[in-house]
């Protein structure tokens, strides 16, 4: 008896030490985090060599039913991993009152659902539309945008 209380107990505490599991909604959005991070570190024509990205507080279409605090931790994430990438802050607006150095960016992103959910078999995907925009705080124009499409697993989120 005294033998398999212990290995009763061994079972678990190996189970606590485990890996949790990873949420849906952490997979479904992990995808489009590092493409949108991969994008923002590629595509743009960086003149300055060290880079810090002001992320700003995503706008997301409430009809895709995706966290903002999750998405934009995901980015962030995705953004800190890039080899070479850039430094990451989150960005409030009070923070546009301040002088800005050349090398920080402000980084805007919308996600955008671009029609109707698409009925598959086994999952429904929603299509959507991320559109990434650069800008210099304190100015109204971008210097830089991109948008990627795709579509979401509405079951994994």
Not at 91 to 111: F, G, H, I, Y
Request: proline share 8%; glycine share 4%.
């Amino acid at each position: 008896m005294k033998r398999l209380c212990h290995v009763l107990m061994i079972s678990l505490l190996a189970g606590c030490t485990s890996a949790p599991q990873t949420p849906p909604q952490r997979q479904a959005l992990y995808g489009l985090g590092e493409r949108a991070a991969e994008t923002v570190v590629n595509e743009p024509d960086w003149t300055a060599a060290d880079i810090v990205l002001l992320l700003a507080r995503p706008d997301i279409e409430t009809s895709l039913d995706v966290d903002t605090d999750y998405f934009r931790e995901t980015l962030t994430r995705a953004l800190l991993a890039q080899n070479d990438g850039p430094q990451v802050l989150n960005w409030v607006p009070s923070m546009a009152d301040a002088s800005t150095p050349e090398n920080q960016w402000l980084l805007k992103t919308r996600l955008l659902a671009e029609g109707p959910a698409i009925t598959l078999s086994d999952r429904e995907l929603r299509p959507y539309r991320l559109e990434l925009a650069l800008y210099r705080p304190g100015n109204a124009t971008p210097r830089w945008h991109w948008s990627i499409d795709g579509a979401l697993d509405i079951s994994a989120l």
